[in-house]
C-alpha cells in the first residue's frame, strides 16, 4: 500500500491532507467532524484503500494544521477544492462526517461535477439552531477548549463505548484539546449559518445517508430529513453508535461504505466485488429505499417572500446578532399594533445600518453598548451585551467598554450597566454542566 502524508502550503488557499492507497486508483475523500482529525477514519483506511485513493484532510486549526479560520461551509469547500487541484485530482468519491457532511453537500450543489458519489454520516440540512452553535463560540471564547473538550465523548459516544473504551476516550478529548480555539468558533459560525433544507431537492449525486441509530446530536429524524429531500437518497441505520460512528462501528461503517461507492460511482470505478459481510443485515440495519421512509417526514417551507430585500438581510443579520430565541420571542408578541415597529426596526436599524461595510460586527456592538448606556435605555442592555458576545467581544473587553462609559456617561449609569452585563457575561459563558 502506497502512503503519504503532507502538510500543504501554509496559506488561505488550500488544507492540510493525507494519501492513502494506490496513485492509479480512483479518489475517496474522507472529510472529519468537528473536533477530530483525519485519524477518526484510520479504522476505515485498510479495506478502503483497497479500491481507493484515499485522501484525508484536517479542518484549518485542527490536527497541526494552519490555524486559517473558515467562517463558512462553503468556504471550507473551496479550500478542499484548491487542495485538491493542486494534487491533480479533478472527480472524486466523497464521504465525510458531521462538518465535513456539510462540506459534501455543498460540494454536490455547487460542484456537481467534481463528486462521483457522495456519503454523509452523521450530517443534517441544519445542524441544530444558529443560538446553540453561537453559544457555544461564547464558552469557548471565554473559557477555552477545556469545557467542550470535557464534554465531547458524552455527543460523540454510547455510553456503553465510553466506558468499555476509556483509551478512545481520552484520545477524542486530546484532539479537541490541541484544536485552535479561533479555528474552533469559526467553524462553529460555519455551522450555525448552514441551512440548505430548501435546497435538497438540488443534489442529484448518488447519495447514502448513515446515521448512528443512538446518534443524539445529527440523529435518525435529521437523516431521514436529507433523504426525504434528496432525489433517491438512501438511508442507512448502524445500531450501537452515536455521533462518530465510523469510530464506535467501524465495521459497519466500512462494510456500508464499501457498498455504497462500488455500487454507486458507476462512470469512474470497474465493477468491485463487495466482500460477504455476515453481519451486514443482522445486527447491522440494511439500507432502506427512500420511498419508505418519505411519508413520515416533512421539508420546511421556503423563506417568506413579498418583502423587501433590506427587510430579508435584517432579519438574518438580527437573527445572527441577537439570536434565534430574542427574534422569535420579539416576533410572536407583536401584533397589529406592534408589527409595523418590529418591521421597521429590521428593515431600517438592521437591513440599513447593520449591513454597513464601514465597521465590522464588533465595532458596531461597542458603539451600540456604549449608546444604551449613554441613553439610559438600559432595558435593552442584557440583549446587546447577548449580542456583544455573539460579534466577538470577550468579557474583558465588554468590561472595558463600560469602564469608558463610566468616563463619559456618568458612574451610575455605568454601575447599572456593570450589573446588568456581569449576570449576563456569567449566564452566557458559563459552560454547560
Request: with cysteine; aromatic share 8%.
Amino acid at each position: 500500500m502506497w502512503e503519504r502524508e503532507r502538510v500543504s502550503e501554509k496559506n488561505l488557499e488550500t488544507l492540510q491532507y493525507r494519501f492513502d492507497g494506490p496513485e492509479d486508483a480512483p479518489v475517496l475523500v474522507l472529510g472529519p467532524s468537528l473536533g477530530v482529525t483525519w485519524h477518526m477514519w484510520d479504522r476505515q483506511i485498510p479495506e478502503l484503500s483497497k479500491h481507493w485513493r484515499i485522501f484525508r484532510y484536517d479542518l484549518p486549526g485542527h490536527g497541526g494544521a494552519p490555524a486559517y479560520p473558515a467562517a463558512a461551509v462553503s468556504d471550507l469547500a473551496d479550500r478542499l477544492l484548491a487542495t485538491l487541484d493542486s494534487v491533480g485530482v479533478q472527480r472524486f468519491g466523497y464521504a465525510g462526517c458531521s462538518i465535513g457532511g456539510a462540506v459534501g453537500a455543498d460540494l454536490a450543489l455547487r460542484h456537481p461535477h467534481r463528486v462521483a458519489a457522495l456519503a454523509l454520516v452523521a450530517a443534517s440540512p441544519r445542524f441544530g439552531t444558529a443560538d446553540e452553535f453561537r453559544q457555544r463560540g461564547v464558552v469557548v471564547r471565554s473559557n477555552g477548549l477545556e469545557p467542550i473538550a470535557r464534554t465531547s465523548p458524552e455527543r460523540w459516544f454510547t455510553p456503553g463505548f465510553a466506558a468499555a473504551q476509556p483509551a478512545i476516550v481520552e484520545w477524542a478529548v486530546q484532539m479537541v484539546r490541541t484544536t485552535d480555539p479561533g479555528c474552533y468558533i469559526a467553524s462553529c459560525e460555519a455551522l450555525a449559518a448552514f441551512d440548505i433544507r430548501t435546497e435538497l431537492p438540488r443534489i442529484g449525486v448518488p447519495t447514502l445517508v448513515l446515521v448512528g441509530a443512538e446518534d443524539k446530536v445529527t440523529g435518525p429524524a435529521e437523516a431521514r430529513t436529507l433523504v426525504a429531500g434528496i432525489p433517491d437518497a438512501r438511508l442507512a441505520l448502524v445500531p450501537g453508535a452515536s455521533h462518530l460512528a465510523p469510530v464506535e462501528q467501524p465495521a459497519a461503517v466500512t462494510d456500508l461504505l464499501l457498498m455504497h461507492f462500488s455500487t454507486t460511482w458507476q462512470d469512474t470505478l470497474a465493477s468491485i466485488p463487495v466482500p460477504p459481510s455476515p453481519g451486514f443485515a443482522a445486527p447491522f440495519a440494511p439500507v432502506v429505499p427512500v420511498a419508505e421512509i418519505t411519508a413520515a417526514v416533512e421539508l420546511p417551507d421556503a423563506s417568506p417572500t413579498g418583502r423587501s430585500d433590506r427587510y430579508e438581510r435584517g432579519m438574518k443579520v438580527r437573527r445572527e446578532v441577537l439570536g434565534d430565541a430574542h427574534v422569535d420571542a420579539a416576533s410572536a408578541g407583536s401584533d397589529a399594533f406592534t408589527g409595523d415597529f418590529q418591521e421597521l426596526l429590521t428593515r431600517y436599524a438592521w437591513g440599513e445600518i447593520w449591513t454597513r461595510e464601514g465597521l465590522d460586527r464588533r465595532s458596531r456592538s461597542c458603539v451600540t453598548l456604549t449608546a444604551v448606556v449613554a441613553s439610559g435605555h438600559l432595558g435593552s442592555l442584557a440583549q446587546h451585551i447577548r449580542a456583544a458576545l455573539r460579534n466577538g467581544l470577550s468579557p474583558v473587553e465588554i468590561k472595558e467598554v463600560l469602564l469608558q462609559t463610566a468616563v463619559y456617561c456618568g458612574v451610575p449609569a455605568a454601575g447599572a450597566a456593570f450589573e446588568i452585563a456581569q449576570s449576563v457575561i456569567q449566564e452566557e459563558t458559563t459552560p454547560p454542566a
